[in-house]
């Protein structure tokens, strides 16, 4: 398929990679972002991972607890413009939707769309946002529910950037007073911030797990200059014995090589990728050496800290020590209490939408030439 600039810069966007590399990216995947983003991850080229949440529509993400905590709901209504977020109307309208959710037994957006609107009961859901859309003016749409039911303890909410971020937490207890409900404030407030992507270690398969180590001896393969130095020694080794290095890049190694960790800004270009080309070459005596994937596990047990709520370090606390779990377990303690953080919903409104990207600049240029 063509690779469109839009793409381009799309997936320069959500990598931080270069524009070239991202075009190389593309053509390699055929198009497919996901795939490219973890093309660049391999080829150690991308700078950060795909962001978990892009900001790309407007809209509110919108949560309601029932009065004895017992059961709650997120929604996300999306609406094209900011100012139309922040209108009264369509902030009454939201919070109606949430209400509709909150009683439905629907089991999809599409069933929730087809049933009797409550408010009107001789329209539908998806007739009564038509009537919404006639009213605001833009299109409109009920994007997303989640409920959450916990009869052994409660559930906690918190909503933020004045409904852009809106997050349920699932608390099993045997205690319910204001210091547990305080502490789950808490947590719910570091999901919105952190975004984990689970709740414990425990809930990562096999398969996620194998797919990250993967991409991380492929990430380092790539870049050879930040494997361990007697692995790089030996690929050195191999590029000067066997001139896969010019004349040139050897003669500046020898010259500079008592400055190692500086060693790489003297060489050229092809020097390092043609090192990379070793290393994956001899991709099987590096997996076997301890070392090496003594780092590759110590990678991985660092990023599911970074993606599991429990494992992540409790943004209030202190000495910015404590995890999430810590934390916890120190409220349940101090107030004789059994706590399991069972799980949570996190919405943010527009995440993963692509948002129309307006040119004005561009659409004045086109008219003028129009004209």
Same mark, same amino acid.
């Given at each position: 398929?063509?690779i469109?600039?839009?793409?381009?810069k799309?997936l320069?966007?959500?990598?931080?990679?270069?524009?070239?590399?991202?075009?190389?990216?593309?053509?390699?995947?055929?198009?497919?972002?996901?795939?490219?983003? +973890?093309?660049?991850?391999?080829?150690g080229?991308?700078?950060?991972?795909?962001?978990?949440?892009?900001?790309?529509?407007?809209?509110?993400a919108?949560?309601?607890?029932?009065?004895?905590?017992?059961?709650?709901?997120?929604?996300?209504? =999306?609406?094209?413009?900011d /100012?139309?977020?922040?209108?009264?109307?369509?902030?009454?309208y939201?919070?109606?939707v949430?209400?509709?959710?909150?009683?439905?037994?629907?089991?999809?957006?599409?069933?929730?769309?087809?049933?009797?609107?409550?408010f009107?009961?001789?329209?539908?859901?998806?007739?009564?946002?038509?009537?919404m859309?006639?009213?605001i003016?833009?299109?409109?749409n009920?994007?997303?529910?989640t409920?959450?039911?916990?009869?052994?303890?409660?559930?906690?909410?918190y909503?933020?950037?004045g409904?852009?971020?809106?997050?349920?937490? #699932?608390?099993?207890?045997?205690?319910?007073n204001?210091e547990?409900?305080?502490?789950?404030?808490? @947590?719910?407030?570091?999901?919105?911030?952190?975004?984990?992507?689970?709740?414990?270690?425990a809930?990562?398969?096999?398969?996620? @797990?194998?797919?990250?180590?993967? @991409?991380?001896?492929?990430s380092?393969?790539?870049?050879?200059?930040?494997?361990?130095?007697?692995?790089? =020694?030996?690929?050195?080794?191999?590029?000067?014995?066997?001139?896969?290095?010019?004349?040139?890049?050897?003669?500046m190694? +020898?010259?500079?090589?008592? =400055? /190692?960790? /500086?060693? $790489?800004?003297?060489?050229s270009?092809?020097?390092k990728?043609q090192?990379?080309?070793?290393?994956?070459?001899?991709?099987?005596?590096?997996?076997? =050496?301890?070392i $090496?994937?003594?780092a590759?596990?110590?990678?991985?047990?660092?990023?599911?800290?970074?993606?599991?709520?429990l494992s992540q370090p409790?943004v209030?606390?202190? #000495?910015?020590?404590t995890?999430?779990?810590?934390?916890?377990?120190?409220?349940?303690k101090a107030?004789?209490?059994?706590?399991?953080i069972?799980? /949570?919903?996190?919405?943010e409104?527009? +995440?993963g939408?692509?948002?129309?990207?307006?040119?004005?600049?561009?659409?004045?240029?086109?008219?003028?030439a129009?004209?």
């Amino acid at each position: 398929m063509a690779i469109t600039a839009a793409m381009v810069k799309e997936l320069r966007e959500v990598t931080g990679s270069g524009m070239m590399d991202c075009k190389k990216a593309l053509t390699a995947t055929e198009g497919d972002m996901d795939k490219a983003v +973890e093309w660049l991850r391999e080829k150690g080229l991308a700078t950060a991972q795909k962001k978990a949440s892009r900001i790309a529509a407007e809209g509110l993400a919108k949560v309601l607890v029932s009065e004895d905590g017992k059961k709650a709901v997120a929604v996300e209504v =999306n609406a094209e413009t900011d /100012f139309v977020a922040k209108n009264e109307k369509f902030q009454n309208y939201v919070a109606q939707v949430a209400e509709q959710a909150m009683e439905t037994g629907a089991a999809d957006i599409d069933a929730f769309l087809a049933e009797p609107w409550k408010f009107d009961t001789s329209v539908t859901v998806k007739e009564a946002l038509a009537g919404m859309v006639a009213v605001i003016g833009e299109n409109m749409n009920i994007r997303r529910f989640t409920q959450l039911q916990e009869d052994n303890g409660f559930v906690a909410c918190y909503t933020h950037m004045g409904g852009k971020i809106g997050v349920l937490l #699932d608390v099993v207890t045997d205690v319910v007073n204001d210091e547990i409900k305080d502490m789950a404030k808490n @947590i719910a407030m570091q999901v919105a911030a952190m975004k984990p992507e689970y709740t414990s270690e425990a809930e990562i398969s096999d398969e996620y @797990i194998a797919k990250e180590k993967e @991409i991380i001896i492929s990430s380092s393969l790539n870049s050879p200059d930040t494997l361990p130095k007697p692995i790089l =020694n030996k690929l050195i080794e191999t590029a000067i014995n066997e001139k896969v290095w010019s004349d040139e890049d050897i003669a500046m190694f +020898e010259e500079k090589k008592s =400055n /190692f960790q /500086f060693v $790489f800004n003297f060489l050229s270009k092809e020097a390092k990728p043609q090192l990379a080309q070793l290393a994956v070459a001899d991709r099987a005596n590096i997996e076997g =050496n301890k070392i $090496f994937m003594g780092a590759v596990d110590g990678r991985i047990k660092k990023q599911m800290k970074e993606v599991c709520l429990l494992s992540q370090p409790y943004v209030r606390a202190e #000495d910015s020590k404590t995890t999430v779990g810590q934390y916890v377990a120190q409220v349940a303690k101090a107030n004789g209490a059994n706590i399991t953080i069972k799980g /949570f919903v996190r919405f943010e409104t527009g +995440e993963g939408i692509e948002k129309k990207q307006e040119d004005f600049a561009a659409e004045v240029a086109a008219q003028m030439a129009g004209k």
